[in-house]
């Protein structure tokens, strides 16, 4: 799996909790007319959202803005810290804070904005409504904060191995966020505890898989691959003295002994001290409300205003027509292709990563924007932080830097570097993937909210969308091309039906393993595990790329002829991370225009 890397205010990348605050009011110019004065009010109530989201939490300014003074926020006025865990009065607060920014946002008249404003109210209405939605009821103790993909013990190793300064005080709010990790822990715990005694905790299999994490960190010790990161980022900081460099690594030292190790030590330990047989070892579906927590984590994931029996439908055509195009194939126009396909045999010529972003770089520049150049790495993670289920990712940079951006890759991909799913991996998390188009959005909008908002469904289905089409610019049989392709859609459209077969219709191991018994001969329960731990995770980028295709395919159509490739990314670029109904609003704009 991939997925691009921004560290979210709290760590809370598993829930969108928006905090606001109401605009403050402006004498008003009575020559100004009705219209005018609703979009200058949206306007600044955009701009004031944007910045109470930065003020709310130092990890979430550091993460966003390397000057947020230039935004209007002053850096010295934010405490920091890793912001607060889930207690009581947070939630509450939360909850309060949220009904607040309904009750302004409801009060502009949409019809009187201009085009760019209500394109903003779409996306900032979906966004709002999924942080209305996630806190409701029981609904915000579904979430598992220490779930083996996306849980607290690796967001930690990710986030101090991945932290850059860009000054020298930087470095002591790094130490400082490291002793932080201990309250914030505790805090995180004491929820989980409230979370299992509701009867919401994970499965015991799940528990396991973060518990060996947390042992691969703990056993580590003074080798550890986190500490040694810790005290390389130290190192490579050019602003500090030789005095200092050893200063802050003794300080981290301490830091990483007296806070994260006991973090990770409490972390296994609670984790072990709940896990029970007797919690719910199947999907979503089985806890009281489960299906409808399912149907707003579907919404929040996929961006898309479809069913789920609408998906569901659309997913099952897609792996239809991927398995006649395997077959057709196979049977009939090129066995030879597929049989050095299935085998193992193809190469994609590439043994070298920035030798494949080099030439990708190239490829594109027929059918996509142009964007001005950006520097970059690419380099491997250290096994003993790595997550099985990530490929790669890329760390999204803060809006103004002009630094260098990063790209991290599986260690388990260096035996399989030549591979084409390698590449299309790189094509994904790079060009003309997350890295170009997070760098396209901040090229072409200029209004600081829509270049900092996130949909994964867009992000992560546009990125899967390239990363098949990237494997069409490689020097290979079209057929051995297509094969990959099918073979992707298959195994994508097939995990997503088993993503809510699981957690929607409640399928336990036997009956997810007779789903797969009509089209593949596998044991299914490490598949079964993973999803019925992780739900909702793969949907952003199976969906997402379902419903750019879908979009693909409505233009084509249309235009025969006239489509244009180069045109149709542009229009699928345009608004940025959005839902898929502002995407498809620009698709159809882009049909019209072309006719």
């Not at 865990?85 to 009904?99: A, F, H």
């Not at 999204?396 to 799913?421: E, G, I």
Request: with cysteine.
């Amino acid at each position: 799996m991939k997925s691009p890397s921004r560290l979210v205010s709290g760590l809370l990348s598993m829930i969108l909790i928006f905090s606001f605050a109401a605009c403050t009011s402006k004498e008003e110019n009575p020559t100004v007319s009705e219209d005018l004065k609703n979009q200058i009010a949206f306007d600044e109530f955009i701009n004031t959202e944007f910045q109470d989201s930065i003020r709310e939490s130092y990890l979430t300014m550091h993460q966003t803005t390397i000057h947020p003074e230039q935004y209007g926020v002053d850096p010295e006025a934010v405490e920091v810290s890793l912001g607060p865990g889930l207690t009581p009065d947070y939630i509450k607060e939360v909850r309060r804070k949220n009904e607040e920014a309904q009750q302004k946002f409801s009060s502009f008249n949409y019809d009187t904005l201009r085009d760019d404003q209500k394109e903003t109210y779409a996306v900032y209405q979906a966004q709002l409504q999924t942080a209305l939605d996630s806190v409701q009821g029981d609904f915000v103790y579904m979430p598992n904060y220490f779930s083996p993909m996306g849980g607290l013990q690796s967001t930690y190793s990710t986030l101090f191995m991945e932290y850059d300064f860009y000054k020298p005080q930087d470095v002591a709010d790094y130490i400082t966020l490291m002793n932080d990790v201990k309250r914030y822990t505790d805090e995180m715990l004491q929820f989980t505890k409230t979370q299992a005694e509701k009867g919401f905790f994970m499965s015991s299999k799940a528990a396991d898989e973060s518990i060996a994490y947390c042992d691969k960190i703990i056993n580590g010790k003074d080798d550890s691959a986190l500490l040694k990161a810790i005290h390389a980022n130290i190192d490579q900081f050019d602003q500090l003295t030789d005095e200092q460099k050893s200063t802050y690594k003794e300080q981290a030292t301490k830091a990483f002994h007296e806070s994260i190790i006991p973090s990770y030590v409490e972390i296994r330990d609670t984790l072990s001290s709940l896990k029970n047989d007797s919690n719910n070892q199947l999907g979503l579906a089985h806890l009281p409300n489960g299906k409808e927590y399912y149907e707003m984590l579907f919404r929040e994931k996929t961006g898309s205003s479809r069913t789920i029996e609408e998906t569901k439908e659309l997913l099952q055509q897609y792996l239809t027509k991927s398995l006649y195009g395997i077959a057709t194939i196979a049977s009939k126009s090129n066995t030879d292709a597929y049989e050095a396909y299935v085998n193992g045999e193809i190469s994609s010529g590439y043994s070298d990563f920035n030798k494949m972003l080099e030439d990708l770089d190239n490829f594109i520049d027929t059918n996509f924007p142009p964007i001005e150049s950006v520097p970059y790495t690419i380099d491997y993670l250290d096994p003993q932080v790595s997550v099985d289920g990530i490929g790669a990712y890329y760390v999204v940079p803060p809006l103004d830097s002009d630094l260098v951006q990063k790209m991290k890759v599986n260690p388990n991909s260096k035996d399989r570097v030549t591979q084409l799913d390698t590449f299309s991996t790189i094509a994904h998390e790079g060009l003309p993937g997350h890295l170009y188009q997070h760098n396209y959005v901040l090229q072409h909008l200029d209004v600081p909210y829509r270049q900092d908002v996130s949909f994964l469904g867009y992000a992560e289905g546009y990125a899967t969308y390239v990363e098949l089409l990237s494997l069409e610019y490689l020097d290979l049989d079209p057929d051995i091309v297509a094969l990959s392709q099918n073979y992707t859609v298959f195994q994508n459209c097939l995990t997503a039906l088993t993503d809510i077969g699981i957690h929607y219709e409640g399928w336990d191991l036997a009956q997810t393993q007779e789903f797969f018994d009509q089209f593949v001969s596998l044991d299914v329960t490490p598949i079964f595990d993973q999803i019925q731990a992780n739900p909702a995770a793969f949907l952003p980028y199976y969906v997402g790329y379902v419903e750019f295709m879908e979009l693909k395919n409505m233009a084509q159509m249309d235009l025969g002829d006239k489509f244009n490739e180069l045109d149709f990314h542009t229009a699928i670029l345009k608004s940025g991370s959005a839902p898929f109904d502002v995407v498809k609003k620009n698709v159809e704009d882009y049909i019209t225009q072309a006719r």
